[in-house]
Nanobody
Framework: QVQLAESGGGSVQAGDSLTLSCAAT???????MAWFRQAPGKERIFVGG????????DYADSLSGRFEISRDNNKETLVLQMNNLKPEDTAVYYC?????????????????WGQGTQVTVSS
């Protein structure tokens, strides 16, 4: 059974950095992994994803190079490095996996969501 646990969120000031981690168990090594985020009152949206062999990663266009995704298959860990954070980055951040080699920006392609980790950025 796949289980995902996000961590590393917190409250920061604009311009700060945060590193989020997703600990995965139950067969995630040969799957594409992705980060999504959901702001209050808004839909869950794609942040970025990375294939099982590290191909890519793919990012949402709006992030403008501020975020970086990496994974360690030996530790079954997915990482999201977020730099120069902005108030609009405030959201709950989730990780998940999908089959296939290409990350998808569609939530319906992912089925195992973790509990999420809250990121709050103050101006």
């Amino acid at each position: 059974q796949v289980q995902l646990a996000e961590s590393g969120g917190g409250s920061v000031q604009a311009g700060d950095s945060l590193t989020l981690s997703c600990a995965a168990t139950g067969s995630t090594v040969r799957y594409t992994m992705a980060w999504f985020r959901q702001a209050p009152g808004k839909e869950r949206i794609f942040v970025g994803g990375i294939s099982w062999d590290g191909n890519g990663p793919d990012y949402a266009d709006s992030l403008s190079g501020r975020f970086e995704i990496s994974r360690d298959n030996n530790k079954e860990t997915l990482v999201l490095q977020m730099n120069n954070l902005k108030p609009e980055d405030t959201a709950v951040y989730y990780c998940d996996r999908k089959t296939g080699r290409t990350p998808s920006p569609q939530t319906y392609d992912y089925h195992y969501w973790g509990q999420g980790t809250q990121v709050t950025v103050s101006s």
